[in-house]
């Protein structure tokens, strides 16, 4: 059976695949200049109906793909962000046995039960009802849909990564690791238990804001089938005409989502990586509502410090630092060609803050990308993908209001509300001593040979005036305090750092007393 359905998905997915490399090609060799638009398009839409019509996983595959710009040119990225996770729903007579054999018969358990599914997504479907007199939302996961997923991972497994290959060679390497994440992806996604457990963590994050809200769980009618949650209706956040009937400020609305995920981002680590419109709402008073948390991103401190540090240098316009982190963050090759990075990073940053970049500035970078960046694309981690995807469906929700919108503002804003930017420099002395620590256990292996050294040249510093005595007394002093710090640093940062001073002082004291 598998075999059959391999054969079959391949075949349908062979033009897409063959446009996609010769497409590829072309916007490479050409820096995404120069192309037919419209034949772009025409591709990528070629490449959304052939997911929709291949079923669930392929479905939740091209989402995962929207957000890989080392795979995919521009206009398939941006056409392939339109592919939601909705599908029609399947009949209730079907969806029944699964609510009754988990919770218990429905007309016992609910007040009312609408039987027309609000919503029908890729592995499960919505309904509206009532209990104990509150308005809920029942999420309920597809009949027969954990078989049909393993089935088509295995196909998916044994397609992508040769597909991959054909389109580009150099994709072999970062295509295993991508298809890897999927699969835990989409095996959380089909536990509600776990996207219980998500959407409470990150409601407890975000209480103290007061721009957002998240539904309560009702456990008692909850499962690992089963989602049964409070129903607070709203507004889709790209409805314009609803909005403006409503008077929502549209532009302080584009502001507080990036906050609202910003914050969920760069302050605690966990967030929600699947915010297409479908899944966000807006109060009457403006107020955000944010549903559907089965696609959920994390990421480790380290990594979260990382990005903060990524942004703070952006928001001081300094390209060099911005450099460092995304190296650090393992988004450059290992080849990568840093006057390139630097200056369309330096390009970039004019154009957040506004300001055009010169015309021939703009030519002379393209030329010389053209020769290095096309053999050495940016990298994009497994742990990045989603925080990646994330922002990349919010940058299309500020494009469809069209409002005058700063990120780079936005961004300041976030790093100085949450009090990020201590955060961050205390994350660079981090780094910088870590780097320091590494030299000093190379210095210290070859400790025996400096200690020689010192022995045979013992008789020469006994020879010296007092003066030198002084200041060699003081080196050695001042070297055996920032030695001892060093090493303070590792379990005691504070005292560390005051060790580090210290030493400073006392080989000044020691210069000072040599001139006398």
Known sequence: MVLVRTVYVFFKLLPTILALRKDRILWISNNGKNIDQKRFQKNARRILNTCI???PVYIKFGQWLSSRADILPQPYLVELSKLQDSVPPVPFD???PVIERDIGNIEEKFDSLDRNALSGASLGQVYKATKNGQQVIVKVRRPGIEKMVEEDLKVLMKIIPFAMKFVDPNLRFSIIPIMKQFVESIHEEMDYSKESENLKNIKKNMLPYENVVIPNIHDDYSTKNILTMEYIPGIKVTNIEALDKKGIDRQKLVIDVHKVFFTMLLRHSIFHADPHPGNISVKDDGTLILYDFGMIGRLNNETRLRLVRLYLALVEKDPSRTVNAMDELGMLAPDFNREVIEKGIEMSIKSMYGKKPDEMEVEALMSLANKTMSKFPFKLPKHLALYLRMSTIIEGIYHTHKVDFKFIKVLRQILEEESLIKDAYIEEIKHSFKKFAKTLDDTLTIAPEIKKF??????????????????????????AVFLGSAFLFQSNEILGIAGMIASGVIIGISALFRKR
């Open 53 to 55: 019509s291949l079923g």
């Open 94 to 96: 079907k969806v029944r």
């Open 454 to 479: 010192m022995d045979e040249n013992r008789m020469m510093q006994y020879s010296n005036s007092k003066k030198s005595s002084t200041l060699l007394s003081g080196s050695i002093l001042s070297a």
